[in-house]
């Protein structure tokens, strides 16, 4: 099914709302997208129509995810274009099955499939053991319904309590979900923050505003006498043709040291 969000803004808007937050003149997204910068003026003024296949090809320039792209479409007057197929659906068994694989090639290290506002889709058996860790009710505990990495971090009843490095990593986490919901125009994201922000105290709030993003981000967990330390990389779907699929997100978690390796090994 193809989805599209209710109510939103002329394509004019969201043509010149994307082209700010992908910090571009008018010049260079024309250059980009191999139009001319008059064209661009005339369709974020109002005074040209795009068709179809300039908005696709404008919307690939600037990177924007299929989720509003389709938007993009509805706000010119088009039907949407990129469907949305839970990851359950039989048509998405290729797709959910390469994930699967991803996760179980894993092992014995943690690995967890997520969508866009960071909701776990699925995960491996390490992942399981890990969070099993900070107690068989630790979902429970942080609420919101649906399985979040947010909730799990920044929720004080989730893993905040036993990561060692809090003071280190918890502006880095914040921040880097602040541009990921900004580079994606993730309403998801955004609602997740806002909940969560009654949580952070004002060091971490501030912190974050001047944090940099950076390559490797290490987390130490300590709890009953047992300790942890792991970094992640992240790995997408590159050509997806689906919202799902577009999405998705693969988080593997390593072990930072050798410890930790013996550790999850013997899990």
């Known amino acids: 099914m193809a989805l599209a ?8 808007e969201l043509l010149k709302s994307w082209r700010g937050r992908r910090r571009l003149s008018q010049l260079e997204l024309a250059l980009r997208a191999g139009v001319s910068q008059r064209h661009v003026s005339f369709l974020e003024s109002g005074r040209a129509r795009p068709s ?17 792209r389709n938007d993009w479409l509805v706000a ?4 949407p274009m990129f469907r949305a197929l839970p990851l359950d659906d039989p048509q998405m068994s290729q797709v959910r099955e390469a994930v699967r694989r991803m996760l179980e090639n894993h092992e014995p290290f943690p690995a967890v499939a997520v969508d866009r506002a960071w909701s776990i ?18 979902w429970e505990r942080i ?4 399985r979040n990495l947010m909730r799990l971090f920044f929720h004080p009843e989730g893993a905040r309590p036993w990561i060692a490095n809090w003071r280190a990593i918890a502006p880095l986490l914040w921040q880097r979900a602040r541009r990921e919901a900004e580079a994606l125009d993730g309403h998801e994201m955004k609602a997740l923050l806002a909940e969560l922000e009654r949580h952070q105290d004002d060091e971490t709030r501030s912190a974050a505003e001047g944090a940099a993003l950076v390559p490797v ?6 709890k009953g006498g047992a300790a942890v330390s792991l970094f992640s990389a992240i790995a997408t779907f590159g050509t997806a043709q689906d919202v799902t699929a577009d999405e998705l997100r693969i988080e593997f978690f390593f072990p930072a040291d050798e410890a930790t390796e013996a550790l999850l090994r013997s899990l």
Do not use: H
């Open 52 to 68: 179809r296949a300039m908005i696709l090809q404008l919307s690939d320039a600037l990177e924007v995810p299929l989720r509003e």
């Open 121 to 138: 889709r699925l995960a491996n058996r390490a992942f399981e053991g890990l969070t099993a860790l900070l107690g068989a009710d630790v």
């Open 5 to 12: 969000r209710v109510g939103a803004a002329p394509f004019r």
């Open 143 to 146: 609420g919101g319904g649906e």
């Open 76 to 79: 010119a007057g088009f039907a």
């Open 217 to 222: 981000l290490p987390i130490r967990i300590e």
